[in-house]
């Protein structure tokens, strides 16, 4: 039995060949289990595998803790996170490297005689002192589900007021003290179990006498804090107090914007080293603050989804995973008609970017917005968004036509002091960097919508193929599809009537039809594809679209 929720990028896991469960559903992104008695010589696997990278698996070092009670003695040979899920230990079966087996001494060597649970994982072995089993089932069970709504938690940030303290509310129990600072090393978040005065006084002390240290032994090196702060490390660094307190050494990591510019640190205050089970979880503590991405100088706040369309916009490569996980998170379908707006400074007194760009995010428009710093404006930086609109036509279209979150965005755009530049709308992201550059040369030509300037792009020299193939007219390429579904020829009628230049007598001779049949058809043409064959814009567009189309073919 395979269940899986697409929505949220979780799939459960269950082959039952006896009673195990009596039910897994999945409800507001819980996992909750019954069981029944459990057979030995039954196949049992109970896991939960996630679709996302950096993803919780527990390691043996965390099982070791979760079953502490039952006084476990281990042989670890790594502490990796590998751990998705568990079965009965089988003899008969090849064990698979990403699961823990558990089982009696007895099932691992079968001349024992002893009824204690051992635990095995590739080259780990754990032996607890209790012969229930099927406790221990239930134990790690819970485990798995306990660490897996964590990090749901975690990634539940997203639209949060106030972004770091709810991190380190949500971590603190699995981690210890945690506190964020900003970038002129104020404590902006702490942990709420600990006096905030003994945390200020704990802080100033590691950044007057604390000295930087590499974990990585070849890469150590040693340098006053307050003078290595406005370096990005992509290594967690350890701080150690020199002073007598209640905490003597900490653990950092940064936090950056897609720019790579440095937004603050998260530090685990600690009383002695970190534990082997913590590491896997701030490896995905840290992972959830990179795509977290806030703007702390403005006291403004952007959501992971707003990391995420940065990065998309900057590389045209960025993966597959990344769209996924964007469109899942806005709770987008792959159908929904996507646009792309570029927002520019109208006036010099404009508010700052930022106050402009938190407005905006405020607003009613089923859409993200971030800020870019494109080379093509020669612009300090614009604004751009990424909006989910209704088909619309962006060429004929008129203010009163416009989709409402059209017009919602474009009263907002001018109470802030910018122009809208917008791109043609595309089902899904799979091309939104191709409409991040239409809407771009919008913004470069002067003019609301893309289509107003398409022409002009076209007959120039200074844009590259995969934009322009992109930017051709739609209305060729449906006339075409229309043409092989229905048997028409609609499409060499077009042609041949606009390269008559609208000359319907020579149109009829040519196609060898009289001119009323002709009048008829290009006004049914005209209706299903909404052309208007009138406007002199439209039919130098439609012809340079359909000479790139023919040359396409010759190609």
Known sequence: MVVQNTNIGYTVFGILNEPFFNSISLLNKKVYVTRNKISKNTLQIFGLKTE?????RLSMPMVVQWLKAYNPVATIRSPMATIMGIRHLNND??????YIYVGKISDLFPGSVSSEVVLVHRQDVVSLKTAALEEVFDCLSDALVYYQNWEDALMSVVRRKNPHQFLI???EKLLGTLIFVDTRLKITAASSSVNREILEETWKSFWERGRWRFEVPEARAEMPFAEAFETVWEEPLELQNTQPGEFHCALMFSQTDSQGHLLGQMILLQKQKTAQYQQPLLAVLAHVLEYNGLYTDADAHFSVENSLFREILQSADTSQEHRQLLMQLRQWKVTDQML???LCKMRENTNNPLDCLEYLCRQPLDGIFALAYPQELKQEEVIVGLLAVKDLDTGNISEEDADIRLKTLFQCAEKVGYTVHISYHH???SHVNLQYRQALVAAEYKKRYFYHCAVGMLTSFSYDRALCLFSLHKAPQEVLAYDREHGTEY??????YLWCERNRNETARRLFVHKNTLAYR?????????LNLDDGYEREYLLLSMASLSQQKIE
């Open 52 to 56: 996302k990278e950096g993803s919780v």
């Open 427 to 429: 089902p899904g992201l």
């Open 340 to 342: 792309v707006v570029v």
């Open 491 to 496: 499409y060499h009628m077009l042609h041949t």
């Open 169 to 171: 509310d949500v971590s």
């Open 93 to 98: 079966r090849d064990p698979e490297p990403d």
């Open 522 to 530: 290009l006004q049914k043409m005209e209706e299903l594809f909404r």
